[in-house]
Antibody, heavy 120, light 112 residues
Framework: EVQLVESGGGLIQPGGSLTLSCAAS????????MSWVRQAPGKGLEWVSV???????DYADSVKGRFTISRDNSKNTLYLQMNSLRAEDTAVYYC??????????????WGQGTLVTVSS | QSVLTQPPSVSGAPGQRVSISCTGS?????????VHWYQQLPGTAPKLLIF???NRPSGVPDRFSGSKSGTSASLAITGLQAEDEADYYC????????????FGTGTKVTVL
């Protein structure tokens, strides 16, 4: 059974750093596209970042230069290192598995989400 | 603001048919990228509903269907049920965006 379990969220001051983890089971993280998607309180979904199966990464403009996505193949775990956090980064962060469909990819499994609150 | 626009809300009585539009442009849906749909029940993570414009994952009722034409896509729900009350999001690619992935603005479906 495929499962994704996020952890690491919490309250952090503006300018601070936080690392989110997403432990996967039932499949191999390194063989899949893995993404982070966030949702600010009462708002819609926003794609944040992806690590492709080949290891290359990509980011939304809103987080580029501040967030780093990575994976630990030995632990089958996905990470999101978040630096220089801003109030507008406050959101529930979901990790999701991406499946390729033609020239796009979609998310077939999602974690339960972890809440990050950036506030003084 | 997303490049994929959805109506903020739609509503219908039980048993009725409702449709949700996802309007894009020539840099996303119009160039041929597939559209995918997600259902988000209150307080839960999104769930894949439709992939590749009109394909249902195993377990999704055939009351849900998707279509795409030109620069827009649609999600239809027939035989509306109380448990369909949720937020719905489309997702596609946009060649003008960093990372390319984009979600629609989201639509709240209310069952009257």
């Amino acid at each position: 059974e495929v499962q994704l379990v996020e952890s690491g969220g919490g309250l952090i001051q503006p300018g601070g750093s936080l690392t989110l983890s997403c432990a996967a089971s039932g499949f191999t993280v390194s063989l899949n596209y893995m993404s982070w998607v966030r949702q600010a309180p009462g708002k819609g979904l926003e794609w944040v970042s992806v690590v492709y199966s080949g290891g290359t990464t990509d980011y939304a403009d809103s987080v580029k230069g501040r967030f780093t996505i990575s994976r630990d193949n030995s632990k089958n775990t996905l990470y999101l290192q978040m630096n220089s956090l801003r109030a507008e980064d406050t959101a529930v962060y979901y990790c999701a598995r991406g499946l390729v469909e033609m020239a796009t990819y979609y998310f077939d499994y999602w974690g339960q989400g972890t809440l990050v609150t950036v506030s003084s | 603001q997303s490049v994929l626009t959805q109506p903020p809300s739609v509503s219908g009585a039980p048993g009725q048919r409702v449709s949700i539009s996802c309007t894009g442009s020539s840099s996303n849906i119009g160039v041929g990228y597939d559209v995918h749909w997600y259902q988000q029940l209150p307080g839960t993570a999104p769930k894949l509903l439709i992939f590749g414009n009109n394909n249902r994952p195993s377990g999704v009722p055939d009351r849900f269907s998707g279509s795409k034409s030109g620069t827009s896509a649609s999600l239809a729900i027939t035989g509306l049920q109380a448990e369909d009350e949720a937020d719905y999001y489309c997702q596609s690619y946009d060649s003008s965006l960093s990372g390319s992935n984009v979600f629609g603005t989201g639509t709240k479906v209310t069952v009257l």
